[in-house]
């Protein structure tokens, strides 16, 4: 049996599925991911740095510009066949780390964002203050209108703490599941990581499908590309009954 038919006949006999999903799901709508080689302009920045609290306590301004180049080509991104095949299961409760909403844009009704939306800026001294915006036309750095300290993305950036509620649910979706898909992540960003730790200890069957191998606890790897190998691993797969799963958390 190839490892895509034995991820097809796991999938087809689980009963409860959750998805932990990474950036290489979207790698194929045009997102970059952090750690796929970058071109261009931007190609010259560490990602993981940018995307701390000290490279935006060094430069805010340049974080700022970099995130608005981000949401600019989210905003002209359409979701592909992985994030489609996945919307139409629409028992499936997703946990991502993405930023972007392109599973939700391809119609998901349950997805969790472990590390936040680039959709919404917030003041970086947590005061409270949130606020949608036009990722086609963002707006620059500027003082949150509240308290004067920087706006910012609201996304979970390295070394940050998860958002608790959004955590919890993600680990009681997964507690529920027969089986975690673990799609375009390559398992080594924690705490998140630890959920397909955590699917394993539950008895849940555990599928990766990345365009590399990664270290984590599978019951089968399929390596290709996320928006090839999803749909056919779901096909056919028989859609369960929603029940009262949790909600998307920010879209
Ligand atoms: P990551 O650690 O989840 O790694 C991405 C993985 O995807 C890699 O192992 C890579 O081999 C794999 N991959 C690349 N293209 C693929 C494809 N077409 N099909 C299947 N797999 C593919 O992600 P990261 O890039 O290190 O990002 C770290 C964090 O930064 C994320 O957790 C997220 O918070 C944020 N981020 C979000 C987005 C997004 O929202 N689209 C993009 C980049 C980074």
């Not at 701390?52 to 970099?66: E, K, M, N, R």
Request: aromatic share 6%.
């Amino acid at each position: 049996m190839s490892s895509i038919e034995h991820a097809h006949a796991l999938v087809a006999e689980a009963g409860r599925v959750a998805t932990f999903t990474g950036a290489g799901l979207s790698a194929e709508s045009g997102i970059d991911t952090f750690r796929d080689p970058a071109t261009g302009y931007w190609a010259r920045y560490d990602p993981a740095e940018l995307a701390s609290p000290a490279g935006f306590a060094a430069d805010p301004g340049l974080v700022i510009d970099w995130y608005n180049h981000r949401r600019r080509t989210l905003a002209a991104a359409e979701p592909n066949a992985a994030h489609r095949a996945l919307a139409e299961q629409a028992d499936l409760t997703h946990v991502t780390q993405n930023v972007d909403h392109l599973l939700e844009r391809a119609g998901a009704q349950r997805v969790l964002h472990l590390h936040g939306s680039i959709g919404l800026d917030r003041c970086h001294r947590a005061c409270g203050y949130e606020e949608r915006i036009d990722i086609s036309a963002p707006p620059g750095l500027r003082p949150c209108p509240s308290c004067g300290a920087p706006l910012r993305p609201a996304v979970v950036w390295f070394g940050e703490t998860l958002p608790e509620a959004t955590w919890i649910a993600s680990v009681e979706a997964i507690s529920a599941a027969d089986l975690l898909l673990v799609i375009g992540t390559s398992g080594v960003v924690y705490p998140a990581a630890g959920l397909i730790d955590h699917a394993r200890s539950t008895g849940a069957a555990v599928v990766v499908v990345n365009a590399e191998p990664i270290r984590a606890p599978a019951d089968v790897a399929v390596i290709g590309s996320a928006a090839d190998l999803v749909p056919m691993i779901l096909a056919g797969r028989r859609v369960g009954q929603a029940d009262a799963g949790p909600g998307s958390d920010v879209w």
